[in-house]
């Protein structure tokens, strides 16, 4: 699925249109996504100001003048469309419109007035409607960790976090109560950054390494912010671009190929933790 900076690039591109808009003529085609969608959620919309466009993880959280907060999250192929344009290029073709396009509105703000569209053609992305005094309560977000662009994320935090620890570092990271929003590519390129191996007990890392870590976590994602994004085969940005992050990946999807650190000879390899697919370099990432 889309990882945090897939998700920002959205929101950074759907606020220009979004934020103070009126929503109108709000329609959907189905009565459910991953899940179904919320009791009279069109009636609920129509008429709402968009206070702003946030991101909590990988959610886009969307505060409403109705007092209500409208939650989206992409799923593996959700996307928004603006004017019914294909936001991006992708390597392999999703269907954004049709009997794919799941969500309609009309977003009019300073007298302009923008068709906003959202398809999932596996739907496996979702909508709510939560009171805003209670997002912050909910579940979904009641138990996630700092923002790695926060400054509640820190060395300090992960040394307190890891103290103890005998799990790895990677599935350590990928534990949203540790860290909100880090997601199996960016975890494995700060790895790699940080010349950190995966392999190694989170508990067993030094300060300094910790502290390192942290900095190549929040330079790894902002850097994929800048880019646009990694551009995987189901991600588009909102504004129509294409990001260009994947092909400067070090280590994420590159297993077989030659290290990129200077002076190394290493390959980079390929392993499971977690469920999940690691990649780093053995010669580089010492434990």
Same mark, same amino acid.
């Given at each position: 699925?889309?990882?945090?900076?897939?998700?920002?690039?959205?929101?950074?591109? @759907?606020?220009?249109?979004?934020?103070?808009? =009126?929503?109108?003529?709000?329609?959907?085609?189905?009565?459910?996504?991953?899940?179904?969608?919320?009791?009279? &959620?069109?009636?609920?919309?129509?008429?709402? !100001?968009?206070?702003?466009?946030?991101?909590?993880?990988?959610?886009?959280?969307?505060?409403? %003048? *109705?007092?209500?907060?409208?939650?989206?999250?992409?799923?593996?192929?959700?996307?928004?469309?603006?004017?019914?344009?294909?936001?991006?290029? &992708?390597?392999?073709?999703?269907?954004?419109?049709?009997?794919?396009?799941?969500? *309609?509105?009309?977003?009019? =703000?300073?007298?302009?007035? !923008?068709?906003?569209?959202?398809?999932?053609?596996? =739907?496996?992305? &979702?909508?709510?409607?939560?009171?805003?005094?209670?997002?912050? *309560?909910?579940?979904?977000?009641?138990?996630?960790?700092?923002?790695?662009?926060?400054?509640? &994320? %820190?060395?300090?935090?992960?040394?307190?976090?890891?103290?103890?620890?005998?799990?790895?570092?990677?599935? %350590?990271?990928?534990?949203?109560?540790?860290?909100?929003?880090?997601?199996?590519?960016?975890?494995?390129?700060?790895?790699?950054?940080?010349?950190?191996?995966? @392999?190694?007990?989170?508990?067993?890392?030094?300060?300094?390494?910790?502290?390192?870590?942290? !900095?190549?976590?929040?330079?790894?994602?902002?850097?994929?912010?800048?880019?646009?994004?990694?551009?995987? =085969?189901?991600?588009?940005?909102?504004?129509?671009?294409?990001?260009?992050?994947?092909?400067?990946?070090?280590?994420?999807?590159?297993?077989?190929?030659?290290?990129?650190?200077?002076?190394?000879?290493?390959?980079?390899?390929?392993?499971?933790?977690?469920?999940?697919? *690691?990649?780093?370099?053995?010669?580089?990432?010492?434990?």
């Amino acid at each position: 699925m889309p990882e945090l900076p897939e998700v920002e690039t959205v929101r950074r591109g @759907l606020t220009p249109v979004l934020q103070g808009a =009126r929503l109108s003529r709000v329609g959907i085609n189905r009565p459910d996504l991953r899940f179904p969608f919320p009791e009279r &959620f069109v009636e609920r919309l129509e008429g709402a !100001t968009v206070q702003r466009i946030d991101r909590r993880a990988k959610y886009l959280l969307m505060p409403l %003048s *109705t007092g209500e907060t409208w939650i989206a999250h992409l799923g593996m192929t959700g996307r928004f469309t603006l004017d019914g344009a294909q936001l991006g290029e &992708f390597e392999e073709p999703a269907p954004i419109a049709g009997k794919h396009e799941h969500f *309609t509105a009309c977003a009019v =703000r300073d007298g302009a007035a !923008t068709r906003i569209g959202y398809a999932d053609a596996r =739907r496996f992305g &979702f909508m709510r409607l939560i009171p805003t005094d209670q997002v912050e *309560t909910h579940p979904w977000f009641a138990g996630l960790g700092p923002e790695p662009l926060s400054a509640g &994320f %820190s060395g300090a935090h992960l040394i307190q976090a890891f103290a103890g620890k005998t799990q790895n570092i990677k599935v %350590s990271l990928l534990d949203q109560r540790i860290v909100a929003g880090l997601g199996n590519i960016y975890v494995c390129e700060a790895l790699y950054r940080a010349r950190i191996s995966p @392999l190694v007990a989170a508990g067993s890392v030094s300060k300094a390494r910790l502290e390192r870590l942290a !900095t190549q976590v929040r330079d790894v994602l902002n850097d994929a912010i800048a880019a646009g994004g990694s551009t995987l =085969r189901d991600f588009a940005n909102a504004e129509g671009g294409q990001g260009y992050f994947q092909h400067r990946f070090d280590v994420y999807g590159r297993d077989g190929q030659p290290c990129r650190g200077q002076g190394c000879a290493g390959v980079v390899a390929r392993i499971v933790q977690g469920g999940r697919s *690691t990649f780093y370099c053995p010669s580089c990432q010492k434990r």
